[in-house]
């Protein structure tokens, strides 16, 4: 492996252990959702350049566009998913206000005011309005 | 170079484990799960550099993929039924 490759891959590489040491080392689970999400796909991201500049064929840079590219798009939306969901029935360290509780009691007191002004005999959900 | 490499990546996903088995909750452990697919996808990544081969970067897409998909399942789950 030529040397620029081999620096990128030993980046990534690097960045994928320090997220690891942070998803253990930090002792709440949103902060464990920082750490295990952003850092392993910046290394990806960097060890995908460094392959790049290893093969050079423009089928391995184009697959590794759509690696880089899948990853992007999903690995956040997967992580957010998985910290609301968790909203409640994990025990969290927050240092202000928690903004996602106050939205829920908003979400709840508006379905039910529309619930009676319907008269319809629906149960209020805590589910947000819908897009 | 890649021996390096591949050795910090098998560290990193020795320690996505501990958590894996260590964690208090069940969206502790999906999220270790998450971040020691990407890991794996790295190490895979490295042996394709390594090789040559375009079978083994078709195959890290659908690993992407799946995890992707398996987390959002479990947090689906876990909306639904508390962790």
Do not use: C
């Not at chain 2, 208090?24 to 550099?49: K, Q």
């Not at chain 2, 690993?63 to 959002?72: I, P």
């Amino acid at each position: 492996m030529n040397a620029v490759g081999g620096l990128f891959v030993i980046a990534g590489a690097l960045l994928a252990l320090v997220g690891a040491i942070g998803v253990v080392r930090f002792e709440d689970f949103l902060s464990r959702i920082h750490a295990a999400s952003k850092a392993p796909t910046l290394g990806l991201i960097l060890v995908a350049t460094g392959v790049a500049f290893e093969l050079g064929t423009l089928l391995a840079f184009s697959t590794l566009t759509l690696l880089v590219a899948l990853q992007l798009l999903t690995a956040p939306v997967a992580t957010h998913m998985l910290g609301r969901a968790a909203h409640g029935h994990v025990e969290v360290h927050l240092d202000g206000e928690d903004e996602l509780a106050r939205d829920k009691l908003l979400w709840a007191a508006a379905s039910n005011a529309s619930a009676e002004t319907d008269g319809s005999g629906a149960a209020p959900s805590a589910e947000p309005p819908g897009p | 170079m890649t021996s390096i490499a591949l050795a910090i990546i098998s560290a990193a996903a020795f320690v996505f484990m501990y958590r894996v088995l260590r964690g208090p909750s069940l969206p502790d452990r999906a999220i270790a799960l998450d971040g020691l697919l990407t890991v794996v996808v790295l190490g895979v990544l490295v042996a394709a550099g390594e090789t040559g081969s375009s079978l083994l970067l078709a195959t890290v897409l659908v690993v992407v993929l799946a995890s992707f998909v398996a987390t959002s399942a479990i947090a689906r789950f876990v909306e639904r039924r508390g962790a």
